[in-house]
């Protein structure tokens, strides 16, 4: 009895660390973060008020909690949204990132990046039609930048925008 005590016990103390460092195997997003226009992507969005917005996200992060709070101005005008994800893959529901209405998604980390993914209905002039949109999040290795990456697609085809944030001081 006793020595099979003491085997669990080292067989704890040997794992102990292995557990800790697998706690710490995904990225804190945590901080506040500046869109930089010059690198940022916006595909066939680049002519509208969105790539020509500044905007802030502050990003409060606690895996598997993920807040995002993001503020868009222009004009003189600003929008703030606020997200919460889950990357247990418990599944959320938030503002639509543009525009009126909920989304749900389920989130999830692939490898480095936090990915959201969401299935959407949509009602247009000649009915309703379905949208999946994936959004991935990914911090740089030295921790200056996040990307943002959000792909819009169904049956025609995938739209992409690429958005690259600094860490703001």
Excluded: C
Aim: net charge positive; hydrophobic share 35%.
């Amino acid at each position: 009895m006793r020595r099979s005590l003491s085997a669990s016990l080292l067989i704890l103390f040997l794992l102990a660390p292995a557990a800790a460092v697998a706690d710490k195997k995904h990225p804190d997003l945590s901080g506040s973060w500046q869109v930089d226009r010059e690198k940022s992507d916006y595909g066939e969005w680049s002519d509208k008020p969105l790539s020509k917005a500044d905007s802030t996200l502050v990003i409060a992060h606690v895996d598997p909690e993920l807040k995002i709070r993001r503020t868009l101005a222009l004009n003189g005008r600003e929008e703030v949204k606020e997200f919460t994800y889950y990357t247990d893959g418990r599944g959320e529901t938030n503002p639509a990132t543009l525009g009126a209405g909920e989304v749900k998604s389920k989130t999830k980390w692939d490898g480095d990046k936090v990915v959201a993914e969401a299935h959407i209905t949509r009602q247009g002039a000649g009915g309703s039609y379905e949208l999946n949109v994936t959004q991935k999040w990914q911090v740089s290795s030295d921790g200056k930048t996040l990307t943002n990456t959000t792909t819009i697609g169904n049956q025609m085809g995938a739209q992409q925008i690429k958005l690259v944030y600094r860490r703001a001081q």
